[in-house]
């Protein structure tokens, strides 16, 4: 039985990753695999950036499940949230003993993420495919293959949104509260000032 999967792709060597994207563009079909999507994506020094990709979905909407997956996910990536998950968790998980506990707290994001920045060069792509085929279309490089079920990555890059702009709103919030807070500071430190004027100089007219 087909399954949908959010395939990553570790290259050793960034030309090698290219080369398969090129080919990949060109003939997204193979015996027992359709990839609808791709991108790829390269850490340098701790960023992600989205080099290159391909989208060929008849139709795009907003919804990550429905055409835009890869794109939405490769902006996760390469954003603070992606940092956060791979960067960062990945240092973590790095420090620890590694065991079946540590990767079953994981989400799929978490460890996609976390592979994804502990390499150089990748290719995201969402496949559709009887497990393996996949493989045979990049049998010619250098590469480790990760699985991922998509509808699973779907919802927690929809999550991560989500809570991306929780995050900017209570930032937002906290910035305004702050200024309020210091701007209320400020009017009894100049309303102090100004009383301690009067005071003063009615102290000398009074003298």
């Known amino acids: 039985m087909a399954k949908d999967n959010v395939i990553l792709s570790l290259f050793s060597v960034e030309s090698e990753a290219f080369q398969a994207l090129t080919e990949l563009r060109q003939h997204p079909g193979g015996e027992g695999y359709a990839v609808a999507e791709a991108a790829l994506v390269k850490n340098e020094n701790g960023e992600m950036k989205v080099l290159d990709g ?70 995201i792509a969402l496949v559709r495919e009887e497990e393996p085929a996949f493989d045979a279309a990049l049998k010619q490089f250098d590469t480790t293959i990760l699985r991922y079920d998509s509808a699973v990555i779907a919802s927690e890059v929809d999550r991560a949104y989500q809570l991306q702009d929780e995050a900017m709103r209570q930032a937002h919030a906290k910035l305004r509260a702050d200024r309020k807070a210091d701007l209320k500071s400020r009017h009894e430190e100049r309303k102090a000032k100004i009383k301690a004027h009067f005071d003063e100089l009615g102290d000398k007219l009074n003298g």
Request: no cysteine.
């Open 54 to 123: 391909f989208d060929i979905s008849p139709t795009k909407t907003d919804d990550t499940a429905a055409g835009i997956l890869i794109g939405s996910l490769a902006g996760i990536l390469a954003g603070p949230w992606g940092v956060l998950l791979g960067a960062s968790y990945g240092a973590l998980v790095g420090a620890m003993v590694d065991t079946d506990d540590t990767v079953n707290e994981m989400t799929a994001l978490e460890l996609l993420a976390s592979k994804t920045y502990a390499g150089e060069v990748a290719i």
